[in-house]
């Protein structure tokens, strides 16, 4: 069928936009959404960044300030993990780098149904209005769930927990409102990646950013499922008194509902079977951009490119099979401890692969030190710690005392919280001149990543060694003694450089907006760069993103420093030399 | 076949397969009207024959009315292999709520019938 | 033609398929391929339903009601297992093949058959959805409800209602994505086109008859 | 420059911080060493890894910063390399996956001598019940619980009489006894955890778990519980004690306690007569309750609620009423007639299993299971 071909995508009719509305609003140009995805997933971050602040200071300073209820704080920590992961971390990669690089970096002129593509950010956009409207259900159960990111049944629907009115329901559409979305997102970018690529552009040819999207974009289509019918199963067990997760229970919060035989495990494996695949969905993407940033400004081509991409696929496909190792303590088979430790230990090699290549990567590199590869080298270093505490937990036994401990929570800040967020920035400072055609302030630019980089360390590396529970309000109690007075030390310092963190953060934001105008003119091609976005005719590219016709590829994204050239790079739409 | 036109089979096939369709159906449904299984006590046979018919008359549908027979291999294993992962999640939640049943059966001494309960059962006594 | 490059067979073709530009699904539109790749996510959302369901089945201490006797009609004086279900399944695999004749009829570039037989294929499947709402209303006139009933375990109709109305409403969404579809290829939206927004209406179609298989194996029959 | 000296910095303070912090385990107090030694042997292989990781990015960032008239290697793969990166992390993967699953195996299968103790949990306090003299738990259930019945005992279980029926947030405990802990909530999940003794496990409504160790060191000071697990706005209140005892003050302790018996004996409940409730009890004795439930609900056969007197719908087609000739012929001889629905799966009893005598003891009962007010003596 000749649709598949290129010259049908270059005859394809462009809507161009004929308004503002149509132009900035609802805009089926990628680039747009892109940009559209980004800022909404800034927002909603820095509200849950504001969270963070209030968990803290309870944490941090008991009892100072006096409207942090417990109520309050739990609420806090649920919004704060659900939006950190999902809202944040899954929209930005996806929504927004994915939007952007994917048509850019395959030679495409689009997506391939860019309408459906305009109408995933404004579900998405929906979904982020459903949560928030959590805020505002006033009375004592009114407000969001309090029942952690995890939303684990009975708790999360009883109204022992914060939340439970209206909260719960509101979370819980959201989610459901959120997957329609990426759903409609996913749908394209993945069709595009397998069906629009231009001429030359063979599968190993991608950058690895799009293989990292391409995978955590599959992820997503397999496992939001999950989610999605726990969603629906949980709304109906609160709304009209169903037991799929409720057994016979008897509580003082229960609402009268005569709930019997139901299986809160099997929730647990659900969430999680959605869960697990979810923080690859986070994490490959960021493997993906990090490799490009780290190979462009390294001067040097990434190490091991095809051992990257299966590393790639070997995490997605295993990602599936690991999920209960969230679950060693909550009850389940005795047995599944052996099957899960293994896999889960498994998944590691891969990942390890990953982290060897980053670093060779820079053995006998051309290292140039600009921001994004600043970003790059701390991911790096944060992810290994972070992967190194995953082992730990990983390994049945030992995640039995570290469960649901402090070290649990620095973990997966350091791999999560941290980690992709760094790369985030990295492909902020590494893209943006090529968004806007003007540079980041460099200076700027420095002092927001050593504040970022050594606060982040500092408030989540010494968390490994807080032996206490999380999700708890406060830990002197009674005669409690599980709190040492030095723990309270370390809590108001980790508190203390939270604050500075985050205001940094603002640093950031005024420079995103100041460059915007007054940032130095930045040209086609920066940082000299290889992948396809940088060899548009015009900076930032129009709509249609290639002129007359599409690029041709004849090379792989990373010919940097070869031997015998002249200039330290070769972009993939240069031709090979006519070989002797 | 040219698929230059798209997927274009004759259309007996389409009746042969149709009416075969029918045929599996029927066999499922007397599965059910013969009350095999419920007859015996034991619903080995029953669940045996019950996954036969379904795989059958899944795997027409898919093959020939989806066409996925006549589609290239690299096609058919991007659909067929992620399904793989659904096998481990069946197969790990039997065991699990096998195992949650008998805590339940040993602690609460609650247990169950291995057949299905008949409304007609209880109807009659409420 | 793309797949002119590619004639190869067996590992071989995978290998080149996956590893040739442009198309990895060669010959197989944007549009199609999105409809398969949905369709493998939409497999997912249903096999967790059905093994949410298989769970708490097994997990719940209570008696299964039996569904052979639940479904069952009352005819002329005896009494049919499971006949309503059985109607329903003939009347959708009665529409799969007026569907699978609308595809071919679109490819043999025959409008008017191929949208008579749509046509006909989401008639079927409005008769289904009635046949639904028919089996819906009796059951909740037995006292059936999503959070119990007189004769055993809640989940029996937790999972009843659950899927079959999730299914439900892909079929009754089906009929009106179908209806939607011939009217545009009736109206000459796709005259330019090998008319395979057919056969992806046909994909969407025919999954929702394939999910009905499983439910009806795993649900009525087991 | 700036940045392989940070690096250097960091890996530095991390390997000091991870030897001199003041922030350890609590002293062990159980057998569980062995989940020790494999968090100190994961320490060790991850902290070396990360030492290796840190220090070459050091090495790579210090050594190979920008200089205009260098150039880059071109190397896009070294398999050989590659091969052994990949071959001694999969050793390190072993090196603590194996003592792991050795340690897990262990932990899964609580030794032939232990003994069991079941912790009640719910929102937001806990609750202890020892099985008493036999040895063996009565069965609960949620649904039994009333204000008479905290730990929703079931009745007609004999085995629950003698079970010591502890409230309060303290348990005791012996030291050197290994004990197995059945794990209970009466509502949301929970999670029963003493840092000492390492172990941890949820508490899941609607069945049970488990965790088994042994108490090892006796201390003045009884060891604190932490509920581990989210459990709604009084989560971070849900603490409770654990003291270990010799065994003679455990002994002296668990005497002080109420068995289930006691705590009935304060309350008259059951309107039952003799002869029906001496039914009942044969109806648990001889097994009957494994397949026929009181409460109505189907288990393996039909539920002896309201069955008396009423019309049975055969397999074979009949009916036949069930009276005292039906009753006793369903026991001796079950094969002979079916139960419409039912499988043919109950064996036959003798007289010398179930007497002449014990049966009017179950008729009595049968008779007077009938659907009555609520608080009626409930099932399993
Ligand atoms: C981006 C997100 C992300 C990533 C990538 C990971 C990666 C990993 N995670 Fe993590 N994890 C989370 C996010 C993430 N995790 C979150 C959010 C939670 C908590 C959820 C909650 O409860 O709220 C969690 C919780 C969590 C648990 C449950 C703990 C508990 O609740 O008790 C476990 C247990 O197995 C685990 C393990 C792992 C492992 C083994 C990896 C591995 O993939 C790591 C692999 C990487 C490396 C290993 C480092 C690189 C390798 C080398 C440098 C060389 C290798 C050396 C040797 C093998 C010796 N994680
Ligand atoms: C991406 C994920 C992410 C991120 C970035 C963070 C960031 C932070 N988190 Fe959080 N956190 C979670 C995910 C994340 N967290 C999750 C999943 C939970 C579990 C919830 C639960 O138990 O249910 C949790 C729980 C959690 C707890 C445990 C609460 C408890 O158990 O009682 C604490 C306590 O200190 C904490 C602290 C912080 C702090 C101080 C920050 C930060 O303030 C650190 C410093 C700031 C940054 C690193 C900058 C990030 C920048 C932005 C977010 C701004 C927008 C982005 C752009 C401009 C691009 N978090
Ligand atoms: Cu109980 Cu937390
Ligand atoms: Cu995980």
New binding site residues.
């Given amino acids: 069928m000749a649709q598949a071909e290129i010259p049908y995508q270059e005859a394809i009719p462009l809507h161009d936009p004929h308004s503002w509305i149509t132009k900035y609003w609802f805009s089926q140009d990628h680039k747009v959404i892109a940009v559209q995805y980004g800022i909404t997933a ?1 927002a909603v ?2 509200v ?2 504001v969270l ?2 209030i ?2 200071t309870q ?1 941090g300073f008991p009892g100072a300030v006096e409207w942090i209820t417990p109520d309050i704080y739990y609420q806090s ?2 919004m ?2 659900m939006i ?2 999902i809202y ?2 899954t929209a ?1 990669l996806l929504g927004s780098f994915g939007n952007y690089l994917v048509p850019l970096m395959l030679g495409a002129r689009d997506m391939v149904f860019p309408f459906v593509n305009m109408i995933s950010y404004h579900v998405y956009l929906a979904s982020v209005l459903i949560l928030m409207a959590g805020y505002l259900f006033p009375g004592t159960l009114g407000g969001p769930t309090g029942a ?3 939303l684990y049944p009975p708790q999360a629907i009883l109204s022992g927990t914060p939340g439970a009115d209206w909260g719960i329901l509101t979370m819980l559409a959201s989610l459901a409102v959120f997957i329609v979305a990426f759903t409609m997102g996913g749908l394209n970018y993945i069709t595009t990646i397998l069906q629009a690529r231009t001429r030359g552009m063979t599968m190993m040819r991608m950058p690895l950013s799009i293989w990292g999207i391409g995978m955590a974009t599959v992820l997503g289509l397999l496992a939001f499922p999950a989610l999605f019918v726990s969603a629906i199963m949980m709304t109906l067990d609160n709304l009209i008194g169903t037991s799929f997760f409720m057994p016979a229970i008897n509580s003082a919060f229960d609402a009268g509902e005569d709930y019997q035989g139901g299986s809160p495990l099997l929730f647990q494996h659900l969430f999680w079977f959605f869960g697990h695949p979810e923080v690859y969905i986070v994490a490959l993407p960021a493997f993906g951009v990090v490799s490009d940033l780290i190979s462009v400004h390294a001067r040097k081509n990434i190490f091991g490119y095809r051992l990257m991409v299966w590393a790639i696929v070997a995490i997605g496909g295993l990602s599936f099979i690991v999920w209960a190792h969230h679950m060693y303590v909550a009850g389940m088979h005795p047995y599944f401890g052996f099957f899960f430790a293994t896999t889960t230990l498994i998944i590691a090699v891969p990942t390890a692969i990953k982290v060897y290549n980053w670093t060779l990567t820079l053995w006998r590199a051309n290292i140039r030190f600009t921001v994004p590869m600043l970003f790059a080298i701390a991911f790096v270093l944060t992810f290994v710690v972070g992967g190194l505490t995953g082992l730990f937990l990983g390994n049945v036994i030992v995640d039995v005392p570290l469960s649901d401990t402090y070290f649990v ?1 620095a973990h ?2 350091m791999v ?3 980690a ?2 760094l790369v ?2 990295g492909g ?1 400072y590494h893209w943006y001149p090529k968004i806007t055609g003007r540079m980041l302030n460099d200076t700027i630019g420095r002092i927001h990543f050593w504040i ?1 980089f050594i ?2 360390y500092a ?1 989540y590396f010494p968390m490994h060694f807080l032996a206490i529970p ?3 309000y406060e830990y002197n109690v009674g005669e409690s003694a599980i709190l040492t007075q030095s723990m309270d030390i370390l809590n108001q310092s ?1 508190t203390i450089t ?1 604050y500075i ?2 205001i940094a ?1 603002f640093l ?2 005024y420079n995103l907006i100041v460059s915007y105008r007054r940032g130095r003119e930045a040209g086609d091609n920066p940082w000299e760069a290889n992948s396809l976005e940088w060899r548009t005719p015009q900076t930032p590219p129009v709509h249609g993103n290639w002129g007359e016709s599409l690029p041709t590829v004849h090379r792989w994204a990373y010919d940097y420093s070869v031997p015998g050239e002249e200039k330290d790079f070769i972009p993939q739409d240069v031709p090979r030399k006519a070989q002797a | 076949m040219s698929s230059d036109v798209g997927q274009q089979h004759p259309l007996a096939l389409y009746f042969w397969i149709w009416g075969l369709l029918f045929v599996i159906s029927a066999g499922s449904y007397l599965i059910d009207f013969f009350q095999v299984g419920y007859d015996v006590g034991t619903m080995e046979l029953r669940w045996a024959l019950i996954l036969v018919f379904m795989f059958l008359k899944a795997g027409y549908i898919v093959a020939v009315f989806m066409h996925l027979k006549w589609e290239r291999l690299a096609l058919i294993y991007a659909l067929l292999l992620p399904p793989g992962v659904l096998l481990v999640l069946v197969g790990l939640m039997a065991w699990e709520s096998d195992y949650t049943w008998l805590t339940r059966v040993v602690y609460f001494g609650a247990e169950v019938a291995p057949v299905a309960l008949s409304p007609a059962d209880t109807l009659g006594h409420h | 033609m793309a797949e002119a490059t590619a004639e190869s067979t067996g590992l071989k073709s995978i290998a080149e398929d996956w590893s040739s530009d442009i198309t990895t699904f060669k010959g197989v539109p944007w549009g199609k391929a999105m409809m398969w790749i949905f369709l493998l996510s939409d497999t997912f959302i249903f096999s967790i339903f059905l093994t949410s369901y298989m769970t708490v089945r097994a997990t719940t201490a209570e008696a299964w009601p039996n569904p052979s006797e639940v479904f069952s009609l009352t005819l002329f004086g005896t009494t049919v297992p499971l006949l309503l279900i059985a109607i329903m399944t003939f009347d959708l695999i009665t529409s799969s093949g007026t569907m699978a004749l609308a595809v071919n009829y679109g490819y043999r570039r025959d409008k008017k058959k191929a949208v008579i037989f749509m046509l006909a294929t989401a008639f079927f499947g409005a008769v289904f959805v009635g046949m639904q709402a028919f089996e819906w209303t009796k059951l909740i006139q037995e006292g059936v409800r999503p959070w119990g009933n007189d004769w055993g375990a809640a989940q029996f109709g937790s999972c009843f209602f659950m899927i079959t109305g999730f299914h439900g409403l892909h079929v009754s969404a089906g009929v009106v994505y179908l209806i939607i579809i011939s009217y545009r290829v009736w109206r000459g939206y796709y005259d330019n086109t090998n008319f395979e927004i057919v056969e992806i209406t046909g994909l969407y179609w025919h999954f929702v008859d394939l999910v009905w298989v499983f439910i009806f194996a795993f649900f009525y029959l087991w | 420059m700036a940045v392989a000296i940070f690096l250097l910095i960091i890996v530095i303070v991390s390997v000091l911080l991870s030897f001199f912090s003041p922030w350890q385990f609590t002293e062990i107090a159980s057998n569980w060493g062995y989940i020790d030694f494999t968090v100190i042997l994961t320490f060790w292989i991850c902290g070396i890894v990360f030492v290796v990781i840190g220090l070459f990015m050091v090495y790579t960032t210090w050594k190979f910063r920008y200089r205009a008239d260098a150039r880059a290697d071109y190397e896009p793969e070294n398999p050989k390399l590659e091969w052994w990166l990949t071959i001694v992390t999969t050793i390190g993967v072993v090196a603590m996956l194996a003592p792991g699953l050795i340690v897990w195996n262990d932990f899964v299968n609580p030794p032939d001598d232990v003994q069991e103790v079941e912790v009640l949990s719910k929102q937001w306090g806990w609750a202890f019940r020892f099985p008493g003299e036999d040895g063996k738990f009565g069965t609960v259930h949620v649904d039994n619980i009333d204000a008479d019945n905290s730990f929703g005992m079931n009745m007609a279980d004999p085995n629950g009489d003698d079970d010591v029926l502890v409230q309060g947030n303290t348990l005791h405990l012996p030291v050197d006894q290994a004990y197995k802990v059945l794990l209970r909530s009466n509502d949301v999940l929970h999670d029963f955890w003493v840092p000492e003794f390492r172990a941890k496990m949820d508490a899941v409504p609607g069945m049970i778990t488990y965790f088994w160790f042994t108490p090892t060191r006796i201390q003045d000071q009884p060891y604190e519980v932490v509920c581990a697990e989210l459990c709604g706005r009084g989560h971070y209140t849900m603490r409770g004690w654990v003291k270990v005892d010799t065994q003679e003050d455990f002994r002296s302790w668990l005497g002080t306690q109420p068995t289930w018996a006691d705590v009935q004996a304060a309350t008259a409940l059951d309107a039952m007569s003799p002869e029906a409730k001496r039914g009942r009890e044969i109806w648990a004795a001889e097994g009957c309750n494994a397949c026929h439930s009181l409460d109505g609900s189907a288990v393996v056969g039909p539920s002896w609620l309201n069955l008396w007197n009423t019309t049975r719908q055969l397999a074979d087609g009949t009916t036949a009423t069930v009276d005292e000739a039906y009753f006793v012929e369903s026991i001796r001889e079950p094969a002979l007639k079916i139960v419409e629905g039912f499988s043919p799966a109950m064996i036959a009893y003798d007289e010398e299993t179930v007497t002449e005598d014990e049966i009017q003891a179950l008729v009595a009962l049968l008779k007077e299971s009938v659907d009555a007010p609520a608080d009626a003596p409930v099932g399993p």
Avoid: N
């Fill in positions: 800034v971050g820095l849950a960044l963070s602040w968990m803290r944490i920590v649920t704060h993990g950190m992961v944040l971390l930005f952690g990111w995890t929570v997966f800040h999560m919280g941290v992709p967020i985030i920035f902020i970022t606060g982040t408030i999380r999700r708890y980790i939270a963190v985050g953060q950031f934001i």
